[in-house]
């Protein structure tokens, strides 16, 4: 019954004097001049901070580093996701992200996570100076514990070769990785990948030398490899009768 006689009561709009239609319309005028006449609200992306110290994160895990670290993985591949804003890998701050590596490799020191988004998220973007940041951060990782990081070293040789094309450079790290890479873990085809970028850098006599060296050192013994080389060798071998008679003609 109230809600009846409630409606009854309503005063249609025809009853609201003209003096208040005329101010509500105003005001809705200027509300849409404000708002068009405004700057538009840009979402800003955050720089990149950085890292505490790693005895801060202890501390602040309470005694939980490696949870800490997987925390920290996620939060830093997220960085780039942040509410109203998307940033590219291409606008992120390439030394600060090796700190923040640096510091989850510091708080769980078994992990591979921060060198396999060093080799292959952050490694794989466009732009050569910033790959040649995170090649060479892999590169000084690998130095500290070659028998470790070797295959996230021959990752970044295929990064120098191919998509940063410098030879040079994937030269640098297939040398590393041929001589400090000496665990049983190591599989010959990393400790070989130097014979193919020389073949490739046209360094084909160089090549063939370095894989006659390694077969007459007595030092390999697995078959897969012997055989391998084997093949390898004559391969250059043919290579190399081949420049010689496009020279004499």
Do not use: C
């Not at 590169?139 to 998509?163: D, G, M, Q, S, V």
């Amino acid at each position: 019954m109230f809600y009846s006689h409630f409606l009854h009561k309503e005063r249609p709009v025809s009853d609201v004097p003209l003096s208040i239609k005329i101010f509500l319309l105003i005001s809705l005028v200027l509300q849409l001049f404000w708002h068009s006449v405004q700057e538009p609200v840009v979402a800003k992306a955050e720089d990149l901070p950085p890292p505490l110290s790693t005895r801060a994160y202890v501390m602040s895990s309470l005694g939980e580093p490696i949870a800490v670290s997987k925390f920290l993985n996620l939060w830093l591949q997220a960085f780039d996701n942040q509410p109203g804003a998307s940033i590219s890998f291409h606008q992120l701050n390439y030394p600060r992200i090796t700190e923040w590596l640096d510091t989850i490799l510091a708080l769980d020191p078994r992990g591979h996570y921060p060198m396999l988004v060093a080799a292959r998220v952050y490694g794989s973007i466009k732009n050569p100076e910033k790959q040649r940041i995170m090649t060479e951060y892999i590169f000084h990782k690998f130095n500290e514990n070659p028998n470790k990081y070797w295959r996230w070293l021959a990752h970044a040789i295929i990064t120098a070769k191919h998509e940063i094309k410098d030879n040079v450079l994937a030269l640098k790290y297939a040398d590393a990785l041929a001589e400090k890479a000496s665990g049983k873990n190591v599989p010959y085809w990393a400790k070989d990948m130097k014979i193919i970028v020389l073949e490739d850098m046209g360094e084909v006599e160089a090549a063939k030398i370095l894989v006659g060296a390694l077969i007459d050192s007595g030092e390999i013994t697995d078959p897969y490899e012997l055989n391998f080389l084997t093949q390898k060798i004559a391969a250059l071998e043919k290579k190399v009768l081949e420049k010689q008679q496009s020279v004499e003609r």
